[in-house]
């Protein structure tokens, strides 16, 4: 048998008792000590969020840096898209993406953008939808603009050249808006115009002009144009349906317009496109002069719909920037741009994460609405040159 030495606080009941006790004080340090790191942890995070989050990113670019960050936590990889959102979604995630590294004349996001076009380069970014494919179409043309790859600027033609089969006389023209062919609305036939003026402007191929010219005269003399300069959803009996006036169908004509006006020189493109800007700047926002989708009123805004306003923004600050040192140009564009920025920050925000009502209170968020807002911000810093 073998005896086991014997402690001194075993044999000496005094220091048993204090022994007892120091055991208790070391396994309270330890337990403390683990609440004491949690607390530490969050501690931390919690300074990130109020201080690195909140009072540090206070430039333009700060703050699109915040936005672009917590939207790519949202984007898978291996698929190529931003999780949680429609196809369409994503191709407008992969505009913002490419304007925050252009704007910011960065780089950190380049793997990311390779990866979309890598993933689903094998379906030409085709589907069923026609406005689906513009999205598309103008995303290859805009990460084009930030890398001059070719490929890019192959693939925004591919994609134009299956939209074109959405072209029939039906109503004198204009584009069906999936292979239903039961509907002619706005949404594609502006990105289609967008789409031909942009490769025009950077091809100088005759038929992309003719394209544009051909889209705008047509959709003109559908009416969609309401009285107020707003744009109606669509077509009904080939004249305007009266639908729905949502912001992202104020935004994209402004691009097509805008590029008209480079290719040509008329300034009436401009004039046209300032009375839309104008006309949702005066409508489409609350009284406090925060563009405000109709849906929100309800709080019922779906997937595709929180999305639209960012697109507006986007194709404003474009407006802006391109009349600049011109007759034609409106300073105001700027500062309200600048306004719904500063509203979003400090009312729509929940640390690094934004959401749909952008006069508050903030209600959650998703790669759409982190979109969305990325557009505004990105819209600051392009219009600052920054």
């Not at 006790?21 to 396994?27: E, N, V, Y």
């Not at 925004?156 to 292979?179: E, P, R, S, Y």
Request: with cysteine; proline share 2%.
């Amino acid at each position: 048998t073998i005896r086991r030495k014997s402690h001194a606080y075993e044999t000496i009941p005094w220091l048993g008792f204090v022994f007892s006790r120091l055991c208790f004080a070391g396994r309270a340090l330890s337990i403390a000590n683990g609440l004491l790191s949690l607390a530490m942890k969050f501690f931390v995070s919690l300074v990130y969020v109020l201080f690195v989050a909140g009072c540090m990113a206070q430039t333009p670019a700060e703050r699109a840096t915040v936005a672009v960050t917590q939207l790519q936590r949202w984007f898978e990889s291996d698929k190529g898209v931003w999780s949680g959102v429609g196809w369409w979604n994503s191709a407008n995630s992969l505009t913002a993406l490419a304007h925050y590294e252009r704007y910011l004349k960065n780089s950190t996001f380049m793997v990311d953008i390779e990866d979309v076009y890598d993933r689903n380069e094998r379906k030409q970014f085709l589907n069923s939808y026609y406005d689906d494919e513009g999205w598309w179409a103008m995303a290859m043309l805009d990460v084009y603009d930030l890398n001059q790859q070719e490929k890019y600027l192959d693939m925004a033609q591919v994609i134009f050249t299956d939209m074109t089969k959405a072209w029939d006389n039906t109503c004198g023209g204009g584009l069906w808006w999936n292979h239903d062919r039961k509907y002619k609305n706005a949404i594609p036939n502006e990105l289609f115009l967008a789409i031909a003026t942009r490769l025009y402007i950077i091809t100088k191929q005759a038929s992309y002009l003719t394209w544009a010219q051909e889209e705008w005269k047509w959709f003109l003399s559908t009416g969609m144009i309401n009285a107020r300069y707003l744009v109606n959803d669509g077509t009904a009996n080939c004249k305007n349906n009266n639908g729905t006036a949502w912001t992202y169908n104020q935004g994209v004509i402004l691009r097509g317009l805008v590029d008209l006006y480079k290719i040509t020189g008329d300034p009436s493109y401009v004039t046209e496109a300032q009375k839309i800007a104008n006309a949702t700047i005066q409508y489409l926002t609350t009284s406090g002069g925060i563009l405000q989708e109709s849906c929100e009123m309800t709080k019922n805004c779906n997937g595709d719909q929180m999305q639209f306003k960012g697109i507006f923004v986007r194709h404003l600050s474009y407006l802006h920037v391109e009349t600049q040192g011109t007759p034609l140009h409106l300073s105001s564009y700027a500062t309200w741009i600048q306004h719904n920025a500063d509203s979003i920050w400090n009312t729509d925000r929940s640390g690094t994460e934004f959401g749909v009502y952008w006069s508050g209170p903030f209600s959650g968020s998703n790669a759409t609405l982190q979109t969305s807002v990325l557009d505004v911000f990105n819209a600051v810093v392009f219009m600052s040159g920054q």
